[in-house]
């Protein structure tokens, strides 16, 4: 077989296992009821907004079926979390789910649960950590951020959303990659936080590309925890460029009760999945500065173990462990 021939071949069957998976996915069944979406952080932040990208396209999808979402914020999350599992284990009551939040949270133990306690059955986005100010800040520039703080140890607040989350872990970081001292200041999330920021009742935000994204006629980023510049923010240095070895951020997820059968775990994790591979669901979460991922229920226990033993890193920043 001439090696022309042998490329050809190996396109054609390239091709056929594209549209086999796509098919897969598409083949999907719809659920059979409505399915309650429990939202652990207020209206207007990113979880919301992934959670509503996901209700546009389960309706695409199944038309008769409705994604409900309810929302009890509090704790960071926590509130919620301490309560999933006394929720109905039947496929139609779901929960947003965290990291590093729900590895963090019970090693203070200030919460009503433990990270056992949490049942994910599908990780769908990864946000990148961004420092954030109001567009009118007398801050132009992260470098304008360090000065400021080196000369005023203390004095600047950054807000986040809740404690021992993502974002109160990137504040620490912060603080001592750069050799400086800021306030953290937590809010329920960053829908809540967003007017605080705006109106410079706070320095600025230790949050999300996200966050720059969708509200970036109010606020500029200043550093994003990036490889590589994000092509909607094409003037933000990613921490890399400004000398801080930073690729970091928040996942995102859905879990069930502990009392959800395996099967039905399986089939909201395959279901997720055919919503992440939705073209549609790309340009949503590239607009909205999301970074899609995959990890189902076949990935599960690998991904946690190994997100569990990089978390165990940030908990000693945090004095949660010795």
């Known amino acids: 077989m001439n090696q022309q021939l042998f490329r050809t071949l190996s396109e054609v069957a390239a091709a056929i296992i594209c549209v086999l998976a796509a098919g897969a996915a598409q083949a999907q069944p719809c659920p ?29 999808r199944c038309p008769k ?7 009890k914020p509090g704790a960071g999350g926590g509130l919620l979390w301490g309560q999933l599992n006394g929720l109905p284990g039947d496929g139609y009551n779901i929960a947003g789910v965290n990291l590093p939040h729900i590895f963090l949270q019970p090693l203070e133990g200030d919460v009503q ?5 949490i049942t994910p059955v599908y990780w769908f986005h990864y946000t990148p950590d961004a420092i954030i100010v109001a567009n009118d800040s ?6 304008d951020l360090i000065r400021m703080a ?25 603080d001592g990659l750069a050799g400086i001292q800021t306030t953290y200041v937590p809010f329920k999330g960053t829908g809540d936080l967003t007017t605080a920021v705006i109106g410079q009742h706070v320095t600025g ?23 590589k510049r994000h092509p909607l923010l094409p003037d933000v240095p990613t921490f890399k460029e400004l000398g801080f070895d930073w690729v970091d951020g928040a996942y995102r997820g859905i879990g069930v009760p502990k009392s959800t059968p395996p099967e039905v775990k399986k089939r909201l994790s395959d279901l997720w999945a055919a919503l992440n591979a ?23 226990d690998a991904f946690m173990k190994e997100r569990q033993a990089a978390y165990m890193v940030s908990a000693k920043r945090l004095g949660l462990i010795k």
Do not use: C
């Not at 059979?32 to 996901?54: C, L, M, T, V």
């Not at 079926?65 to 929302?71: A, C, G, L």
């Open 65 to 71: 079926i409705e994604m409900v979402m309810q929302y």
């Open 150 to 174: 080196k000369a005023q140890p203390g004095k600047l607040t950054l807000a986040g959303s809740g404690l021992n989350s993502a974002n109160h872990v990137a504040h620490e970081k912060l």
């Open 138 to 143: 007398p801050i132009k520039t992260f470098q």
């Open 278 to 300: 939705d073209p549609e669901m790309k340009e949503l979460a590239f607009k909205s500065g999301f970074e899609l991922v995959n990890i189902g229920t076949d990935k599960m």
């Open 32 to 60: 059979e009821k409505n399915i309650i979406y429990w939202q652990a952080f207020p209206a207007g932040g990113e979880s919301d907004i992934a959670g509503r990208h996901q209700q546009v396209l389960l309706k695409k």
């Open 205 to 227: 935000a230790m949050s999300y590309s996200a966050f720059a994204i969708n509200t970036k006629e109010k606020v500029r980023a200043l550093a994003v925890a990036l490889d």
């Open 113 to 117: 649960y433990k990270t056992e306690d």
